[in-house]
C-alpha cells in the first residue's frame, strides 16, 4: 500500500493520523435497497430469541422479570446533557436518551445480543438434528440432562477483546458445551477470571484482537466437533444484534417517544470490528427508515471502521497500516481491522463515523457517574461524544432525540469502576474539548 498516494486521495487519513476529534459523514447513502437482509430474516431471530424465552427464564433468575428476554431499559439523562454543553462548550439540540445495553442481563454488554443468539442457534441446530425437540415444544425442556448431555461433546470457540468472550462463554458453558475463548492482549484480568470461574477455558494471547480471531479459528478446524463463532463474519451474531431494532420501536411507542420526519433519531453506536453496531443500527435502519441517522464511534488510536468506510478498503486496511498503535484503554474497541463483511452493508446505510480520545472517554465516564449515577465501562462511552460532535457540525435537523448506545459496564468490578472514576476527574478540562 501506497500510503502517500491513498492519503492524497483520502485526506481524512491524515486527520486520522494526527488523532484529533474526526468526523466522516457518509455521502454515498443509499436508504433503501441495502442489503441481502431483509426485515423477515430479523423477525425470525427475534422469533428464534422469543422460542428460548421459557429455556432462558429458568436458566437465569435475573431474567424472571423479563420472562426470559434479554433486554435493557431506555433512559433520558437530562443532566448529562447540561454536562456535556458545559464540559465542551457547546450546544446540544434536542433530548438526550440512553440506551441502557450496559445493563442487559446475563453478561452486561451489547455482545448479549448476538454472542447470546448465535450460541442459542447452534444448540437448536443440534437438538432438532438430533430429535430432541421440535420448534412447537417447550424450550424449557433445554435444561433437561440429555440436552446437557448432547452439547458437552460440542466444542464452542471465540476469540474476543473480552465481552464477546464473556457472553458466548457464559452462554456455552451454562448450557453444558465446551468452550473455548481465546483472549487478546486487551482483555482485563477480571473478565478472564470470571469466565474460567463459569468453566470456559480462557488461552491468553499476547498478540491483539486479529491474532486472537485467527487462533481461535485455526483451533476451530483442527478439532471434530467444533464450532467457531466468527466475529469477523457471522451473519447470526449479525442477525441477533439486528432484533434489537424491533424491540426498540415497540420501547419507543410505550413511552411515548415519536420519529418522524420532524423529529428524527440520532443513534450513536461505539465500533469494534462492527457486527454490534452494525447489526444494531441495520435494525433501527429497517423499523424506522429516512428518519434514524446512525453513527459509528472509536477511539482516536483504534477507528477502523472508519478508516474502511472512507477508503472504501474495508478490510484490506488496518490502522496500523496508517501510523495508529490499536492501543486504547476502550478494550471493546481495540480492532485494527474492521469486518469486511458488516462495512460493505453498513457503507449503504450509516450515516457517519467520529473517533473520540480516550481521556475524553475517561471524562464523560465519570460526568455520568457524577450526574445520572450510571457508570459504564470507557468503551461505552464513545457513543456519549456523538451529540456534541453532530451539533458542532450543524448536522442535527428538527427536533431531534439523541440516543447513545451505553455498550457495557454493569459487570466491571467495583473497585475497577473506583479507578475509571478518579482517572476521569482527573482529566483536565482542557484535554475534554471536542475540538472538532
Ligand atoms: C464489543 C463491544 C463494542 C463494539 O462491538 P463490535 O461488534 O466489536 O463492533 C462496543 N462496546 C463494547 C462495550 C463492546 O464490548
Known amino acids: 500500500m501506497d500510503l502517500n498516494a ?16 474526526t468526523l466522516w459523514m457518509n455521502n454515498s447513502r443509499k436508504r433503501e435497497d441495502f442489503s441481502r437482509f431483509t426485515i423477515k430474516d430479523v423477525e425470525e431471530a427475534e422469533s428464534r430469541l422469543q422460542r428460548f424465552a421459557p429455556y432462558l427464564e429458568k436458566a437465569f433468575p435475573e431474567l424472571e422479570q423479563t420472562n426470559g428476554l434479554i433486554e435493557s431499559p431506555i433512559v433520558a439523562i437530562p443532566h448529562m446533557k447540561k454536562w456535556l454543553e ?20 446475563v453478561s452486561g454488554s451489547i455482545k448479549a445480543r448476538g454472542g447470546i443468539y448465535e450460541v442459542l442457534t447452534y444448540a437448536e441446530n443440534l437438538a432438532l438434528e438430533k430429535g430432541l425437540i421440535t420448534e412447537k415444544d417447550s424450550y424449557s425442556a433445554f435444561k433437561q440432562p440429555a440436552f446437557k448431555q448432547l452439547f458437552s461433546s460440542h466444542h464452542i470457540i471465540v476469540g474476543s477483546t473480552g465481552n464477546l468472550g464473556l457472553s458466548i462463554g457464559i452462554m456455552s458453558a451454562k448450557m453444558g458445551f465446551n468452550v473455548t475463548v481465546h483472549m487478546s492482549a486487551d482483555a482485563k484480568e477480571w473478565k478472564k477470571a470470571l469466565l474460567r470461574d463459569r468453566g470456559a477455558i480462557v488461552v491468553e494471547h499476547r498478540a491483539d484482537y486479529e491474532k486472537a480471531v485467527a487462533r481461535g479459528r485455526k483451533e476451530a478446524e483442527q478439532s471434530p466437533n467444533a464450532y467457531f463463532v466468527d466475529d469477523e463474519h457471522s451473519h447470526l451474531l449479525f442477525l441477533g444484534y439486528a432484533a434489537a431494532g424491533l424491540r426498540l420501536k415497540k420501547q419507543f411507542a410505550r413511552a411515548g417517544l415519536t420519529v418522524d420526519r420532524h423529529h428524527p433519531l440520532y443513534v450513536y453506536l461505539p465500533c469494534g470490528i462492527g457486527g454490534g453496531p452494525g447489526g ?26 472508519l478508516l474502511g468506510l472512507a477508503t472504501g478498503l474495508h478490510d484490506q486496511i488496518s490502522v496500523q497500516e496508517i501510523g495508529l498503535s490499536n492501543q486504547t484503554e476502550a478494550d471493546g474497541l481495540a480492532v485494527g481491522r474492521p469486518s469486511g463483511f458488516v462495512g460493505k452493508l453498513a457503507a449503504s446505510f450509516i450515516a457517519g463515523s467520529y473517533t473520540v480520545k480516550d481521556e475524553q472517554l475517561f471524562g464523560m465516564l465519570a460526568g455520568l457517574a457524577e450526574t445520572e449515577k450510571i457508570r459504564l465501562e470507557p468503551s461505552a462511552l464513545a457513543g456519549m461524544a456523538g451529540p456534541l460532535v453532530l451539533s458542532h ?14 455498550t457495557g459496564g454493569s459487570m466491571v468490578p467495583d473497585s475497577i469502576m473506583e479507578q475509571y472514576i478518579r482517572k476521569g476527574r482527573s482529566v483536565s478540562e482542557e484535554s475534554f474539548k471536542m475540538n472538532i
Open 280 to 305: 444494531v443500527a441495520f435494525g433501527l435502519q429497517l423499523v424506522f427508515g429516512p428518519h434514524v441517522h446512525c453513527f459509528f464511534a472509536e477511539p482516536t488510536e483504534s477507528p477502523c471502521m
Open 86 to 105: 458545559q464540559k465542551a462548550g457547546g450546544k446540544i439540540d434536542g433530548d438526550l436518551w440512553l440506551k441502557a445495553d450496559h445493563a442487559l442481563p
Open 6 to 21: 491513498l492519503s492524497r486521495q483520502h485526506p481524512i487519513i491524515q486527520e486520522l493520523r494526527e488523532k484529533q476529534n
Open 393 to 406: 457540525h450543524k448536522k442535527v435537523k428538527g427536533h431531534p432525540l439523541h440516543l447513545v448506545w451505553a
